[in-house]
């Protein structure tokens, strides 16, 4: 299989994989607005775990309140940054997880950037009693758990000289070469 084809069904496959967690998150999000929206929590695990409806119109920790316009800003740029990083790695196995990372993010920045866009706010339902933790959603698992990843990655998985292939030096080398 030629490079190009490898570059367009690694593209095809996480374009899947986009769509089928934006469609989990937003379907999540549908499930909450359903049936908690006007209702209590409804506890699954009594002092530890519930789920809550909120209409966050904030960030993080409800941090950045009714700052819509800025949050749509941010997510495009996130957004291009990603599609920038996911088209310059290279598709070999060794940047199968920093793609996985990309389509965690993404498809985080997305989920929460559509309710922003229909509802102007995002939905939120999960909620750890036990210790407190601000209410969020499926799109912020996975921001959160792509960061974590990330992070890992970075200090234990990849050296500085893979991302090499994100430079635009890197670009202008391979070209000559070619």
Known sequence: MNKNNKKLICWVMGII?????????????H?????????EPFVLIPGVFELQYLENRGAAFGMFQ???????????IILAFIGYCYQKFPVTKHYLWLRITCVLLGAGAVGNMID??????????FY?????????????????????LLIILIF??????????????HKTASKEEN
């Open 116 to 125: 922003r866009v229909v509802n102007g706010f995002v939905v939120d339902f």
């Open 17 to 29: 994989a986009f769509a089928l967690l934006l469609g989990l998150d937003q379907f999540t999000k």
């Open 156 to 169: 234990f998985y990849y050296k500085e000289e893979d991302f090499a292939c994100l430079s635009l030096r």
């Open 66 to 76: 009714n700052q819509r316009w800025l949050f749509l800003i941010m997510a495009v």
């Open 31 to 39: 499930l909450a607005v359903s049936n908690l929206a006007g209702q």
């Open 128 to 148: 750890f009693s036990l210790i407190d933790f601000p209410i969020f959603n499926v799109a912020d698992c996975y921001v959160v758990v792509s960061l974590i």
